[in-house]
């Protein structure tokens, strides 16, 4: 199994966080800070930039952009995108990993809801 990555939507939908937002130092343990350039997440993921475009054009991720519109990733789209390297690894085309991992985070969500839910009923249950 895979370790569950779930997908969040950027704060800033496609820009880069201002310089001034926070300080460089307090970004290094945010998962969703852009911190990797295309060509460096393609070199940490072991595969190319079209790669990148492709699970971005597939909707799986959204880079945002720096203010010279160059595509920044974060280390929690490095992980969603590395998932999706295993799958076409696999054999499997990039347009259906993307759709694989987006349907297997949705199983995850609906079955941590009905796990909350069943909890909630055992504890109406217990209180009646």
């Known amino acids: 199994m895979y370790a569950r990555v779930p997908r969040r939507a950027p704060q800033n939908e496609g820009a880069m966080p201002a310089e001034n937002d926070a300080p ?3 970004n290094l343990d945010d998962d969703d ?3 990797y350039t295309m060509g460096r997440a393609a070199d940490v993921l072991g595969t190319t930039p079209a ?21 920044r990733y974060s280390r929690h789209q490095l992980r969603i995108a590395a998932r999706a390297r295993e ?3 696999q054999g499997t085309p990039v ?3 993307c759709r694989i991992i987006s ?3 949705q ?4 079955l941590r809801l009905n796990r909350e839910m069943r909890r909630k009923l055992e504890e109406h249950g217990a209180d009646t």
Request: charged letters at 25%.
């Open 103 to 105: 349907l297997e985070n």
């Open 51 to 71: 790669f990148l475009r492709a699970v971005g054009e597939a909707g799986l991720i959204t880079p945002l952009r720096s203010e010279g519109g160059h595509r």
């Open 24 to 26: 460089v130092a307090g």
């Open 95 to 97: 347009e259906a990993a």
């Open 33 to 35: 800070y852009p911190a």
């Open 107 to 110: 199983l995850e969500d609906a």
């Open 87 to 89: 799958l076409v690894d």
